[in-house]
């Protein structure tokens, strides 16, 4: 009796060991899955900086053709170093980027040889500007169908990471039936919680590649009429102030497919959210409204200072500009986070579910993008941004710092 007894825990600890293995080798190989799948999203983010900046490149040789002289080269010039910058960014062990670099050096020795001298002599005629014109929308197809090209592989990379989580995770689904246990349960779930969050990445990520495109064939189709158009418009017309709207929903959808580049430091926030404040109270002014920090706990956090500025201008001049004339604009920084309350009339209710969504807005004058903008610099950092109705009428926005 007593041998079947230790026969029988024998058994049981070997169910429990098998089970409790296979959970854990398939969760170790479902977190592999994921940094790899992480992997290949930083490299994608790259690959649509880069591209956004070679478009850039190309509007201003564009600009050039459009004038016939000189006027955008120094512009130009500044932009191909931020497309090298980009390429440098690019490079990954696993990504081969090289003709990519060769089909953009070979559109910056192009434009060198055959267009900066006659835009600097000021010899370019309207039949070869138009010539010139078609070889450089040419240099920048060639480039965009470089970049696509890795770019689908990469999306094929990620299709099999995923395919391997979901695998590994059915495996250690099996793991938990073997063992029946906590533990094993708990290993499971956990591997499905990670599969679950590789989709909702992979679900951004396709989101995010589809704006990049979006926006180089935005900025492709618009900013050489929209440079047009400015150049001729009268100042204070409704003509050019459609157009400036138009370029400035284009420079945004720019800005929200490309990540910033700029290196984290340690960002003293009470200094940032007190120029903040100063820079905003410029306009309140000449609206009757008063901004004023209430609470300021000495705070700092590790960020990129640009993007830490571009957050705090956002959410208070959209309070600003949601607040009522003699209205007043209250700001408290915490240890943790930044909270801004305004009393203007809340967000309409269309509105709240898709508040962070690209285009959502409820101003008529707004793009929809600031704070589609926003939350993404504050969760890259670990953070948390909300905005809730406020007791007596109004909003909160808060930005939780975080710790990532």
């Known amino acids: 009796m007593n041998r079947r007894v230790v026969l029988a825990v024998a058994g049981l600890v070997a169910l429990q060991a098998t089970g409790t293995g296979l959970g854990f080798l398939s969760w170790s190989r479902v977190a592999e899955a994921n940094r790899e799948h992480q992997r290949i999203a930083l490299q994608r983010e790259a690959l649509l900086s880069l591209a956004a900046a070679a478009q850039e490149a190309y509007v201003h040789q564009a600009h050039t053709f459009i004038e016939g002289g000189p006027g955008h080269l120094d512009h130009y010039v500044e932009v191909v170093a931020s497309v090298d910058a980009a390429l440098v960014a690019a490079r990954g062990a696993n990504v081969d980027i090289e003709p990519i ?20 002599d000021g010899t370019m005629s309207r039949d070869s500007a138009m010539a010139l014109h078609a070889e450089a929308e040419a240099q920048a197809k060639a480039t965009s169908e470089a970049i696509g090209t890795v770019l689908h592989a990469l999306s094929h990379r ?26 094993a349960v708990l290993a499971a779930v956990v591997a499905t919680q990670i599969v679950r969050t590789l989709e909702r990445r992979r679900v951004e990520t396709e989101r995010l590649a589809a704006l990049g495109e979006m926006a180089s064939a935005v900025a ?31 420079q945004g959808l720019l800005g929200f497919a490309r990540p910033a580049r700029e290196l984290p430091v340690n ?20 609206r009757d409204i008063t901004v004023s920090l209430v609470a300021s706990t000495p705070s700092t956090i590790e960020a990129a200072p640009t993007a830490v ?39 309409p209710a269309e509105v709240k579910a898709r508040l962070y969504q690209p285009f959502v807005t409820g101003r008529h004058e ?27 009428g109004g909003t909160v926005a808060r930005w939780e710092f975080g710790h990532g």
Not at 170 to 176: D, E, Q, S
């Open 101 to 120: 670099r060769r089909t953009i050096a070979a559109g910056n020795w192009w434009f060198a040889d055959a267009v900066v001298p006659v835009a600097r």
């Open 158 to 183: 990620q299709e099999e990471a995923l395919a391997r989580a979901t695998r590994e995770s059915a495996r250690a689904w099996i793991g938990a039936t073997v063992v029946a246990l906590g533990g």
């Open 220 to 250: 492709h189709e618009l900013m050489n009429p929209l440079a047009v158009i400015l150049g001729n418009a009268e100042p204070g017309s409704a003509i050019r102030v459609e157009a400036e709207h138009a370029r400035n929903v284009v």
């Open 267 to 286: 960002v003293a926030l009470g200094e940032a959210v007190s120029a903040a404040v100063d820079r905003v109270t410029m306009v309140a002014d000449g």
């Open 309 to 347: 500025r571009q957050v705090l201008d956002n959410l208070l001049l959209n309070a600003v500009q949601a607040s009522p004339a003699g209205a007043s604009v209250e700001v408290s920084l915490g240890l943790d986070s930044v909270v801004i309350a305004d009393r203007g009339a809340g967000i």
């Open 366 to 392: 707004g793009t929809g993008l600031g704070l589609a903008i926003c939350r993404r610099i504050v969760e890259a950092q670990g953070g948390k941004l909300t905005h809730e109705d406020r007791p007596g």
